[in-house]
């Protein structure tokens, strides 16, 4: 598997590292318990396309957010995830 | 009370020999480790990016690279690290960490790498078919020009790759590696480059 880096180009995969889920958004300061036991331990288990964070830290050292195909590892975009950078892309 | 002096040494201090390697004959690869040199990471502040960019335009006459790519000034090369950041090379003092901190004082955040880094030259006929043997991405000229930058990794270890001015109408590679992952690499480019036939010398002068 290769990713296409937004900054770097095409890398091997060993470059990458896998962090997980990136649907999962922190809730509120007063959101229920129910909500921040969602946000912290559950996670759907997709068979297909999902969203992903991977971090480039044999590279640019910059967080992606990845759009994979988890049955053909088919990656259909890669774009920075929000941070240092990120803001200039696309731009 | 004792009195320390500190010995300034290279990470290919106890491990670069000087001489010929390998394969006898007419060398097909040079490596050469530059000392001595001033290595600073210049790193924009959150939304201070152009900021830096004008700053480093100012101080070193060259825009920042914006994209994987070496920039040549008059006395510091600036080379692509990430996204807004690079590091500046230089030797002599005069881009110091010292020098450069009130300048980009407020746009940039930097870090003195110059102890941090080892740096190697690659040249000769068979350097880029040896890097082939440990890097994944393609270094042909076509696609990998002179000031063509590189953040990646070898035999597993991050490294800062550039091309240089050719040199004797051939190409030349730099390596900056991690000091404490000097050695390692060191070793491993010196199996990669064996059947090649390796001449091995350090040098104080950046080029």
Known sequence: MRITCPFCGERELGEFTYLGDAKPQRPAADASEEAVYDYVYLR?????????????????????????????????????AAGAGAAKVGA | MADFS??????????????????????????????????????????????????????????????????????????????????MLSKGGKHSIEALAPVFAGSASLSDQSHARALINVSGEKARTMLAKLSS????????????????????????????????????????????FAQSLWHTILDSAAEYGVTIGHSEDLA
Not at chain 2, 17 to 39: C, H, K, M, S
Not at chain 2, 158 to 179: E, H, I, K, P
Request: a negative charge; aromatic letters at 8%; hydrophobic letters at 45%.
């Open chain 1, 44 to 80: 759907d288990n997709i068979a297909g396309v999902m969203s992903e964070h991977w971090y480039h830290g044999g590279g640019c050292r910059a967080w992606l957010k990845v759009t994979r195909n988890t049955l053909t590892h088919e990656i259909s975009a890669v774009e920075p």
């Open chain 2, 6 to 87: 500190w010995d300034v040494r290279s990470p290919l201090d106890r491990t670069l020999v000087a001489g010929p390697y390998g394969v006898q004959g007419d060398a097909g690869v040079a490596l050469t480790e530059i000392r001595n040199f001033d290595l600073v990471q210049v790193m924009a502040r959150r939304g201070k990016a152009s900021e830096m960019a004008q700053t480093a335009q100012a101080r070193f006459g060259v825009a920042a690279p914006e994209t994987p790519k070496a920039v040549g000034a008059s006395d510091a090369t600036l080379i692509w690290s990430g996204p807004d950041q690079f590091f």
């Open chain 2, 137 to 180: 991405i393609d270094l042909h000229p076509d696609v990998f020009g002179v000031g063509a930058a590189a953040a990646t990794s070898m035999d597993h270890t991050s490294v800062t790759l550039w091309r240089g001015t050719d040199r004797n109408g051939q190409v030349v590679f730099n390596l900056l590696v991690f000091a404490t």
